[in-house]
C-alpha cells in the first residue's frame, strides 16, 4: 500500500506541476520580445474582381490568381458557345505588360491580347464547344492559368 501512496503522491505533483507550467505559459509568451514570437501567417492578397469586360450573358467558370497582381477570369456565354478570358489587375496604376490568352489543342488555335495596360488585358473570344481549354494571363511576368480545363461536349461527340 505505501508504494501505491507514493505513486499517488508522486503523481499529483507532476499534475501540480504541469498545470503550473500551463498557467504561466500565457505569461511567458507575452514576456517574450515580439522577434522571438511566432508570427501569424500572412493575409492572402485580395483577388481581383471580374469587371464585365466580356459582356453580357458572360458568366466566370473558371479563376486563377497571378499572385497578388491580379485574377485571370475564364468565362463562357451559353447563348453564343464563346468563352472569354480577361486578365484584372488587383490595383490599378501605371500601364504595365499584360496578357490574356486562350486557346484549344486540336486544331491548334490560340487567341491572345498583349500590350501596356493600367486595368486589364482582353477580352479574348473563342468558340470551343465541345473542347477543352487553356487559358492564361500574365502582369508584369508573373503567371497564372490552367491547361485543359472546363471541357463542354457537343452532342456529335456523345455518339
Not at 501512496?5 to 505533483?13: D, K
Not at 507550467?21 to 517574450?32: D, H, M, N, R, T
Not at 490568352?101 to 486540336?106: H, V
Request: hydrophobic share 40%; aromatic share 6%.
Amino acid at each position: 500500500m505505501t508504494n501505491i501512496r507514493r505513486a499517488s503522491a508522486i503523481g499529483a505533483a507532476v499534475t501540480a506541476t504541469a498545470c503550473a507550467a500551463i498557467a504561466l505559459a500565457p505569461a511567458a509568451v507575452a514576456a517574450e520580445p515580439t522577434a522571438q514570437r511566432a508570427t501569424a501567417a500572412p493575409k492572402a492578397a485580395a483577388a481581383a474582381t471580374y469587371n464585365g469586360a466580356c459582356g453580357g450573358g458572360y458568366s466566370v467558370v473558371n479563376s486563377a490568381q497571378i499572385g497578388t497582381k491580379g485574377t485571370v477570369f475564364l468565362t463562357y456565354s451559353s447563348a453564343t458557345g464563346k468563352n472569354c478570358v480577361v486578365t484584372v489587375r488587383t490595383t490599378p496604376g501605371k500601364a504595365v505588360h499584360m496578357t490574356a490568352s486562350l486557346g484549344f489543342a486540336s486544331p491548334t488555335t490560340t487567341v491572345s491580347d498583349t500590350g501596356y495596360y493600367t486595368t486589364y488585358a482582353g477580352p479574348v473570344y473563342l468558340d470551343a464547344r465541345g473542347l477543352c481549354v487553356t487559358w492564361r494571363g500574365e502582369i508584369s511576368g508573373e503567371v497564372a492559368g490552367k491547361n485543359g480545363t472546363n471541357c463542354g461536349t457537343l452532342a456529335t461527340n456523345q455518339r
